[in-house]
């Protein structure tokens, strides 16, 4: 997990940058320290679309990132809490009730003669959608295909546990202006990425389990040669395999 930044030649943990209201206030430092920093499960849904060497380095590591390559992160996650309070206590157009953002949903998947606890916590659920957003530098033409397969699993997991929607919204916010891609149900099930995404997340359980259970650090097999720009663990990774 990432505990900390680095600028200026200095570390600082994120308690200490909280503490010391470097850059930004307390309540920023306290709120990307409990992000960075809680129990992730190496069964959500986004952790079985990650590289599996990435995410077992994300459980028994701590990091500390170079300020210029956490900032992408650390505007996301400003970006969620700016959502998160806007959403909180507000009425709901379509029912007149409040829909809480940030739920957690889960569902015991099968594997073998085991269960595995699948895990998630969508951005946003009202009573007609399901609402992902991501920041970006650059408006996309077409949703990147690892947001759909996250959005699948979403999917999956909000049907497992008996709730229905009618939309699914992935909305891109780029530095000056966003891009809403809107599908029904049916049309999103329609995607071909999308079809067999249950096969494929039961294939990622059992490998992550058999990974798990080796206590060997995986091989390096990121599913796109860009996730190795983005990984905090790109040190370690290189002094271990
Ligand atoms: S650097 Fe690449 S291969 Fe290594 S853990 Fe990160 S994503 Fe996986
Ligand atoms: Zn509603």
């Known amino acids: ?40 499960s190496l069964y959500s849904i986004t952790s079985l679309l990650m590289c599996h060497r990435k995410a077992l380095f994300d459980k028994d590591y701590e990091v500390f990132m170079e300020f210029k390559d956490f900032y992408p992160m650390l505007r996301g996650v400003l970006f969620h809490y700016a959502c998160l309070k806007q959403a909180e206590g507000a009425v709901c157009k379509e029912c007149g009730n409040i829909h809480e953002p940030e739920r957690s949903f889960e569902y015991p998947m099968q594997y073998g003669e085991e269960k595995v606890i699948i895990e998630e916590t969508p951005d946003m659920l009202t009573c007609k959608e399901l609402i992902e957003y991501k920041t970006v530098n650059k408006k996309p033409i077409e949703p990147h295909s690892h947001h759909l397969k996250q959005l699948a699993g979403y999917c999956l997991l909000l049907e497992k546990n008996g709730v229905n929607i009618a939309n699914i919204r992935l909305i891109y916010f780029a530095q000056y202006d966003s891009v ?29 389990k058999a990974w798990e259970e080796q206590k060997r650090l995986p091989f390096p097999q990121p599913e796109y040669e860009w996730e190795c720009d983005y990984c905090p663990y790109v040190f370690l990774c290189k002094d271990t395999s």
């Not at 200490?16 to 920093?37: G, N």
């Not at 891609?181 to 490998?207: A, C, G, H, R």
């Open 180 to 208: 809403n891609f809107v599908w029904s149900k049916k049309q999103f099930k329609e995607i071909p990425d999308n079809q067999y995404f249950e096969t494929e997340l039961l294939f990622k359980v059992k490998e992550r």
């Open 1 to 40: 997990m990432i505990t900390g930044i680095s600028f200026a030649g200095e570390e600082f943990t994120f308690e200490e940058l909280c503490q010391e209201e470097k850059l930004y206030p307390s309540f920023i430092w306290s709120y990307v320290k409990d992000y960075f920093t809680k129990k992730r």
